[in-house]
Every structure is written in C-alpha cells, then in structure tokens.
C-alpha cells in the first residue's frame, strides 16, 4: 500500500502546475457534487406526507405534497413532515367505541362518567 502511494505521489510531483490544478478542481468538483446531492435529498416515510418549505423567505409549496420516498427538495428547503395515518380511539356507550366509558369517583366521592374521543 505504501509504494502505491509513493508511485501516486511521484505521479502528481511530476505534473506541471496547470495539469495539478486541473486534477485538483476535479476532485475537489466531485466532492462537492456529492456533497450538493447528499444534502438536497430529503425521505419521506412510507406512513407520513410532506411540504416542501423554502428556508430562506419560510414560504411552503402548497402544489407539491409529497409522499413515502426519496425526494429532490433542492439546498435552501427543507421538508414538513405529517402523519398519513390517522387513529382515533373513542370511550363512550356507544355500539361502536372501541371502549366502554371511563368510570371513576370525584375526591368528594360522587361518580364521574367519561365520554371522550381522541
């Protein structure tokens, strides 16, 4: 590993100084793009939705509701997050709550019924 390195430091010792710089924007270019690309990406859960918000001026796209996935939100946005799923759980006396209401007793010792949904 060490003479590979050598040979590739003899290499870039030899190239004349545009040829150096031409190398060296190479790189330093690719690096950069893939820097750009890996902060430009943003996912979205299988189970959630998206807004897109600019962060510069803090405005929201209200076209583009994004779904689970891998999406190109560009470098100054950034994504919102909501969940697709939405759950409710219901206590009352009603045939079709998922639970009987909460019973229980006030300090003075009066009975308290509570229908809720959440």
């Known amino acids: 590993m060490d003479g590979c390195f050598e040979d590739c430091a003899d290499s870039f010792g030899r ?5 150096r710089c031409g190398c060296l924007s ?13 902060v430009a990406i943003e996912g979205v859960e299988p189970t959630e939705y ?3 918000r600019n962060n510069i001026n803090q ?16 470098l100054f946005s950034s994504l919102i997050h909501f969940p697709s799923i939405h759950k409710s759980i219901e206590f009352s006396d009603d045939a079709n709550a998922q639970q009987k209401s909460l019973s229980t007793r006030t300090k ?7 229908h809720f949904a959440f």
């Open 108 to 114: 003075e010792g009066l009975e308290l019924h509570l």
């Open 59 to 74: 405005d929201i796209s209200q076209e583009d509701i994004l779904s689970g996935g891998l999406h190109w939100v560009g």
């Open 50 to 52: 998206a807004l897109i």
């Open 15 to 19: 190239m004349s100084g545009g040829m």
């Open 26 to 38: 190479l790189c330093l270019s690719f690096v950069g793009i893939i820097v750009y690309i890996a």
